[in-house]
């Protein structure tokens, strides 16, 4: 994570940087006060028309196309946990907040939580990190709408992204097969690791290492320009307007969907089945991610009769101990021991993010039907992280209410002016 020295050491005696990118200029401010300007190349970066790069306080606000300004936070000052408390939300209730900020009708006492709880981000209280899932999921929708919920998520994520839940998979397959073999001591994946501002960490598919810069810069200066084209990057594409839904994707994730409903339904009408459902989900959860356990086996130097022995005897309970894992687990078995529940394709998107958030985040405000099964599974497996259904609440809860004499105390949360 990047360091408060490293930011400063990148630009030094340097305390703002302001681009005009339609104007192809800019501006520089020193800490005694001066200013330097000068001409640059053109440099699309549509539809972000101007940026500013505050060194002291680690931050760029970009001025976007029909959205306006939006701050986002590039470094934190160490690389310790973030202290601030991390509040997930399921797209549904980034809706909700959008609805708040833009005068729909909605209940009035989710309306006021909304604009709680973008008054604690405004207080520096809370983070509302931004998933894989958010992006996908707001693909599918265009023109005023998407450009209402982006202006939203881009002001009140600041920059914040959950890592891949195909990223914290790996590695807590990696520590549990490094602790079986002895061979490897690596930890679970910390908070700040998961939750974080680091580029590219919505997606598992490209290494970090082969996604920084090589143009000889000084190692701070090319991870601060790393992280700026990343975000502007980011930011740029989730303010177009118009839906970009990949079909393949929404085929293949109603195949997944079916074939597991085919299972329940299966399940539910063979008595030997029913003998064996546990081995029989455990199985469907394993088959789903047999890829990432073959690499973390061989990398932790178990054999294939290792392997097998952990199957037979061990897999279960090393799978349930996982913070993650182990609570996609469990939902896929009450899921799938639940012949009535139809699956959806958006389904995979809810096992994969929110269970992963589950197992990390202070709070996750999900939606109601899958909420339940991770409530259950809570109850289970006892975990520090509540699992609420609607914004109001979570302000019911320790997490956010020792916040909320704070709020009071402040100005009232008032509607921002949307574009």
């Given at each position: 994570?990047?360091?408060?020295?490293?930011?400063?050491?990148?630009?030094?005696?340097?305390?703002?940087?302001?681009?005009?990118?339609?104007?192809?200029?800019?501006?520089?401010?020193?800490?005694?006060g001066?200013?330097?300007?000068?001409?640059m190349?053109?440099?699309?970066?549509s539809?972000?028309?101007?940026?500013r790069?505050?060194?002291?306080?680690?931050?760029?606000?970009?001025?976007?196309?029909?959205?306006?300004e939006?701050?986002?936070?590039?470094?934190?000052?160490?690389?310790?946990?973030?202290?601030?408390?991390?509040?997930?939300?399921?797209?549904?209730?980034?809706?909700?907040?959008?609805?708040?900020m833009?005068?729909?009708?909605?209940?009035?006492?989710?309306?006021?939580?909304?604009?709680?709880?973008t008054?604690?981000?405004?207080?520096?209280?809370?983070?509302?990190?931004?998933?894989?899932?958010?992006?996908?999921?707001?693909?599918?929708?265009?023109?005023?709408?998407r450009?209402?919920?982006?202006?939203?998520?881009?002001?009140?994520?600041?920059?914040?992204?959950?890592?891949?839940?195909?990223?914290?998979?790996?590695?807590?397959?990696?520590?549990?097969?490094?602790l079986?073999?002895?061979?490897?001591?690596?930890?679970?994946?910390?908070?700040?690791?998961?939750?974080?501002?680091?580029?590219?960490?919505?997606?598992?598919?490209?290494?970090?290492?082969a996604?920084?810069?090589?143009?000889?810069?000084?190692?701070?200066?090319?991870?601060?320009?790393?992280?700026?084209?990343?975000?502007?990057?980011?930011?740029?594409?989730?303010?177009?307007?118009?839906?970009?839904?990949?079909?393949?994707?929404?085929?293949?994730?109603?195949?997944?969907?079916?074939?597991?409903?085919?299972?329940?339904l299966?399940?539910?009408?063979?008595?030997?089945?029913?003998?064996?459902?546990?081995?029989?989900?455990?199985?469907?959860?394993?088959?789903?991610?047999?890829?990432?356990?073959?690499?973390?086996?061989?990398?932790?130097?178990?054999?294939?009769?290792?392997?097998?022995?952990?199957?037979?005897?061990?897999?279960?309970?090393?799978?349930t101990?996982?913070?993650?894992?182990?609570?996609?687990?469990?939902?896929?078995?009450?899921?799938?021991?639940?012949?009535?529940?139809?699956?959806?394709?958006?389904?995979?998107?809810?096992?994969?993010?929110?269970?992963?958030?589950?197992?990390?985040?202070?709070?996750?405000?999900?939606?109601?039907?899958?909420?339940?099964?991770?409530?259950?599974?809570?109850?289970?497996?006892?975990?520090?992280?509540?699992?609420?259904?609607?914004?109001?609440?979570?302000?019911?809860?320790?997490?956010?209410?020792?916040?909320?004499?704070?709020?009071?105390?402040?100005?009232?949360?008032?509607?921002?002016?949307?574009?």
């Open positions: 994570m990047l360091m408060t020295d490293d930011l400063s050491s990148a630009f030094p005696g340097i305390s703002t940087i302001e681009v005009d990118y339609a104007g192809r200029q800019a501006e520089l401010t020193l800490h005694d001066r200013t330097v300007m000068f001409p190349e053109h440099y699309d970066v539809p972000i028309l101007s940026s790069l505050d060194i002291t306080a680690k931050t760029l606000a970009m001025n976007i196309r029909a959205i306006g939006v701050v986002v936070e590039i470094a934190v000052a160490t690389s310790d946990d973030e202290p601030r408390t991390i509040v997930y939300l399921d797209q549904l209730h980034w809706i909700s907040l959008a609805k708040a833009t005068g729909k009708s909605m209940p009035q006492e989710e309306k006021s939580a909304a604009l709680q709880l008054s604690l981000v405004d207080a520096g209280n809370i983070i509302l990190p931004l998933s894989g899932a958010h992006a996908t999921e707001m693909a599918k929708a265009g023109g005023k709408w450009r209402d919920l982006a202006t939203v998520m881009l002001r009140y994520s600041r920059g914040w992204q959950m890592l891949s839940p195909l990223s914290i998979r790996a590695a807590e397959l990696r520590r549990m097969f490094g079986k073999t002895g061979k490897s001591h690596s930890g679970l994946p910390t908070r700040s690791e998961v939750f974080t501002l680091e580029p590219r960490a919505l997606w598992a598919d490209t290494p970090a290492e996604w920084l810069p090589r143009i000889g810069l000084p190692s701070a200066l090319q991870d601060t320009l790393r992280r700026i084209t990343w975000v502007q990057s980011l930011y740029a594409v989730l303010a177009e307007e118009a839906p970009s839904e990949s079909k393949q994707g929404r085929d293949l994730a109603q195949q997944w969907a079916q074939s597991h409903y085919e299972l329940a299966h399940m539910r009408g063979n008595s030997r089945a029913q003998l064996h459902k546990r081995s029989l989900t455990r199985l469907r959860f394993l088959t789903d991610m047999q890829l990432d356990l073959a690499n973390a086996a061989a990398a932790s130097g178990m054999t294939a009769e290792q392997f097998y022995e952990w199957l037979q005897s061990d897999a279960e309970h090393d799978l101990a996982l913070p993650y894992l182990g609570r996609m687990r469990e939902v896929i078995h009450h899921r799938l021991s639940n012949s009535q529940d139809k699956w959806e394709a958006n389904d995979l998107n809810d096992l994969l993010f929110l269970s992963c958030a589950a197992g990390y985040a202070d709070l996750v405000v999900s939606e109601k039907k899958f909420g339940g099964y991770l409530q259950r599974v809570n109850r289970q497996l006892g975990s520090p992280s509540p699992i609420v259904a609607n914004l109001s609440s979570a302000f019911k809860l320790e997490v956010l209410a020792r916040f909320s004499a704070e709020v009071a105390h402040s100005s009232s949360p008032t509607t921002p002016d949307l574009p």
